[in-house]
């Protein structure tokens, strides 16, 4: 009897479901195996990686909006590899299969590397990888000559360029692209790469309007020559349009921060995506803006502390109201920098001596009291790697000259024009503590997308994208884009903003770069946290 009640109150014992692997999502076995082969921590696809890889290989257009460090960009490559490669009988050579925009030559490269890395394990006898995937940029003279030549000899499987770069390839030749071929079209951080008008004032909004209408965007263009004949179709008229050519590639759209009205602009103003009928959404860890209690489960929140020093005269110290911080991080000893050999600095080109020789003999217009209050920041917490986000109207190669003047190891992390930078983009960056830690040095409009898997520390030097006084919507992406460079795939992560006191002497109020920072940490839902150091 007692073992019968035993058996009644037993409580039921559920196996623990296996996690998704990149197999059970419709990956190839070959591709997998390369994949493992390429990079043995990626084991099983990360929760977007799960919803979105089986979204594309439905064919049918994808939204998807989650955060930085989800795995975003790298799921779009692997999807991107496992489709078709489409070639049809009345062409010699293939088609390309999909068409990557990218805000940056940085990220562009990176998805190349991540490719030519799968490609390189796929076997004994790899094909060429011009063959899987070109680049085109504007600023790479490649694709004037030799590369555009070979963009039409060779059609990659997968073409990933900035929006510039694919548009000036095409004025030069018209006929480069066939629309009709292409199986995908994948815009990565669209939010960056199209305007849209937020909910405004009347007025404002017409005139930003006008100003789009006049000067609508390169990405913009590209959306309305392939989809534009979409806005016309609806469900009364499929039946007269029946003989048009309407057919058009998969549209695949991503972002970490997907505005209401760019998501208006898509599905009502444009029509270009008509959600529920040829289109589906990906939502992971989205970011709301204006719900505060759902961005607790954000990376933001979750992994990453925020700290924001205020710099003036010889002195620094933390934003008013900072909370002291239960554990604000390492603070990397003397001792710990050993007598090691650090990183080997490569001869300088003539180029950068060039430019030294100019900045030695010319004030620097960057604010000095903010670079040594980065300089210590970085000495007294960065072990190994850590990224310095300047505002895009800043020379970066003049932000590097200075640092360096202050003692640091630093780069710029422009993929084409430095090695270091290039080596630290592409390994992924150090994956130990350094005898010499490095600061790799490059601008908000670059730093979308940028994948540093070991990367913990980012340092944001004033206030990107302020409008006057005003915080607007492209502020606000500006930090969670460059906070999200931290605290990827559950790592945790720090973000030190410095921002130059620009308040009236004696006024009592706070300048106008201090009150911007404090609304957009208020408008995020962060608490800026105490560094005890700068007390």
Same mark, same amino acid.
């Not at 510039?164 to 199986?183: M, P, R, T, V, Y």
């Given at each position: 009897m007692a073992e019968a009640l035993a058996a009644v109150h037993m409580p039921e014992? #559920?196996? !623990?479901?296996?996690?998704? *692997?990149? /197999?059970?999502?419709? =990956?190839r076995a070959s591709? !997998?195996?390369?994949?493992?082969?390429? %990079?043995?921590? $990626? @084991?099983?696809? *990360?929760p977007t990686q799960a919803?979105?890889?089986?979204?594309?290989? #439905?064919?049918?257009? $994808?939204? =998807? @909006?989650? /955060?930085?460090?989800?795995?975003? *960009? %790298?799921?779009l490559v692997l999807a991107s590899l496992n489709k078709p490669r489409l070639k049809y009988s009345n062409s010699e050579k293939p088609s390309i299969t999909s068409i990557f925009l990218v805000p940056h030559r940085d990220l562009a490269h990176q998805i190349q590397w991540w490719i030519q890395r799968i490609t390189e394990s796929s076997g004994r006898n790899p094909p060429s990888l011009d063959t899987v995937v070109q680049v085109l940029l504007r600023d790479d003279n490649a694709h004037l000559g030799p590369g555009l030549q070979l963009l039409q000899e060779r059609p990659p499987h997968i073409l990933v360029a900035t929006p510039a770069g694919f548009h000036e390839a095409l004025e030069k030749q018209g006929d480069l692209i066939d629309f009709n071929l292409l199986s995908t079209i994948i815009i990565d951080e669209i939010d960056y790469l199209v305007e849209t008008v937020p909910k405004t004032s009347p007025k404002l909004a017409q005139r930003l309007h006008k100003k789009i209408e006049k000067h609508p965007g390169i990405t913009r263009e590209i959306l309305h020559t392939v989809y534009g004949h979409r806005g016309r179709l609806t469900s009364e008229n499929r039946e007269e349009l029946v003989n048009e050519p309407i057919r058009a590639p998969q549209l695949v759209v991503s972002s970490a921060t997907l505005r209401n009205h760019l998501k208006d602009y898509l599905w009502k103003e444009s029509g270009i995506i008509k959600l529920g009928v040829d289109a589906v959404t990906v939502r992971g860890n989205a970011v709301h803006l204006h719900a505060k209690e759902k961005m607790a489960s954000t990376a933001l929140h979750r992994d990453i502390s925020h700290h924001v020093l205020v710099v003036s005269n010889n002195r620094i110290q933390n934003i008013s109201g900072a909370v002291e911080a239960e554990d604000e991080g390492r603070v990397v000893s003397v001792s710990a920098q050993n007598d090691e050999e650090g990183d080997v600095i490569l001869d300088k080109s003539d180029a950068e001596l060039e430019r030294e020789q100019v900045y030695s003999m010319s004030p620097s217009p960057i604010n000095q009291d903010a670079l040594e209050a980065i300089a210590a920041a970085f000495a007294l917490y960065v072990p190994s790697i850590a990224l310095l986000i300047v505002p895009s109207t800043t020379s970066v190669y003049r932000a590097v000259y200075d640092l360096r003047s202050l003692g640091v190891n630093a780069f710029n992390v422009d993929m084409l024009q430095d090695r270091?930078? #290039?080596m630290h983009l592409l390994s992924g960056g150090a994956e130990k503590v350094r005898a010499n830690p490095t600061l790799l040095v490059t601008t908000n409009a670059a730093v979308r997308g940028l994948d540093l898997p070991a990367l913990q520390h980012v340092f944001i030097l004033g206030v990107q994208n302020l409008d006057g006084e005003s915080v607007t919507s492209r502020t606000l992406d500006a930090y969670i884009h460059s906070a999200g460079r931290v605290g990827r795939f559950g790592k945790r992560g720090q973000v030190i903003s410095v921002i130059e006191d620009d308040s009236r002497p004696n006024s009592g109020k706070e300048g106008t770069s201090v009150k911007a920072i404090r609304a957009i940490l208020q408008r995020l839902g962060i608490k800026p946290l105490m560094l005890k150091q700068f007390e």
């Amino acid at each position: 009897m007692a073992e019968a009640l035993a058996a009644v109150h037993m409580p039921e014992i #559920r196996p !623990v479901p296996a996690p998704p *692997t990149f /197999e059970s999502l419709g =990956l190839r076995a070959s591709l !997998v195996s390369a994949i493992h082969a390429a %990079f043995p921590n $990626v @084991q099983h696809p *990360t929760p977007t990686q799960a919803k979105l890889i089986p979204a594309i290989l #439905r064919n049918k257009d $994808v939204v =998807l @909006q989650d /955060e930085a460090g989800s795995g975003k *960009t %790298f799921g779009l490559v692997l999807a991107s590899l496992n489709k078709p490669r489409l070639k049809y009988s009345n062409s010699e050579k293939p088609s390309i299969t999909s068409i990557f925009l990218v805000p940056h030559r940085d990220l562009a490269h990176q998805i190349q590397w991540w490719i030519q890395r799968i490609t390189e394990s796929s076997g004994r006898n790899p094909p060429s990888l011009d063959t899987v995937v070109q680049v085109l940029l504007r600023d790479d003279n490649a694709h004037l000559g030799p590369g555009l030549q070979l963009l039409q000899e060779r059609p990659p499987h997968i073409l990933v360029a900035t929006p510039a770069g694919f548009h000036e390839a095409l004025e030069k030749q018209g006929d480069l692209i066939d629309f009709n071929l292409l199986s995908t079209i994948i815009i990565d951080e669209i939010d960056y790469l199209v305007e849209t008008v937020p909910k405004t004032s009347p007025k404002l909004a017409q005139r930003l309007h006008k100003k789009i209408e006049k000067h609508p965007g390169i990405t913009r263009e590209i959306l309305h020559t392939v989809y534009g004949h979409r806005g016309r179709l609806t469900s009364e008229n499929r039946e007269e349009l029946v003989n048009e050519p309407i057919r058009a590639p998969q549209l695949v759209v991503s972002s970490a921060t997907l505005r209401n009205h760019l998501k208006d602009y898509l599905w009502k103003e444009s029509g270009i995506i008509k959600l529920g009928v040829d289109a589906v959404t990906v939502r992971g860890n989205a970011v709301h803006l204006h719900a505060k209690e759902k961005m607790a489960s954000t990376a933001l929140h979750r992994d990453i502390s925020h700290h924001v020093l205020v710099v003036s005269n010889n002195r620094i110290q933390n934003i008013s109201g900072a909370v002291e911080a239960e554990d604000e991080g390492r603070v990397v000893s003397v001792s710990a920098q050993n007598d090691e050999e650090g990183d080997v600095i490569l001869d300088k080109s003539d180029a950068e001596l060039e430019r030294e020789q100019v900045y030695s003999m010319s004030p620097s217009p960057i604010n000095q009291d903010a670079l040594e209050a980065i300089a210590a920041a970085f000495a007294l917490y960065v072990p190994s790697i850590a990224l310095l986000i300047v505002p895009s109207t800043t020379s970066v190669y003049r932000a590097v000259y200075d640092l360096r003047s202050l003692g640091v190891n630093a780069f710029n992390v422009d993929m084409l024009q430095d090695r270091n930078g #290039r080596m630290h983009l592409l390994s992924g960056g150090a994956e130990k503590v350094r005898a010499n830690p490095t600061l790799l040095v490059t601008t908000n409009a670059a730093v979308r997308g940028l994948d540093l898997p070991a990367l913990q520390h980012v340092f944001i030097l004033g206030v990107q994208n302020l409008d006057g006084e005003s915080v607007t919507s492209r502020t606000l992406d500006a930090y969670i884009h460059s906070a999200g460079r931290v605290g990827r795939f559950g790592k945790r992560g720090q973000v030190i903003s410095v921002i130059e006191d620009d308040s009236r002497p004696n006024s009592g109020k706070e300048g106008t770069s201090v009150k911007a920072i404090r609304a957009i940490l208020q408008r995020l839902g962060i608490k800026p946290l105490m560094l005890k150091q700068f007390e």
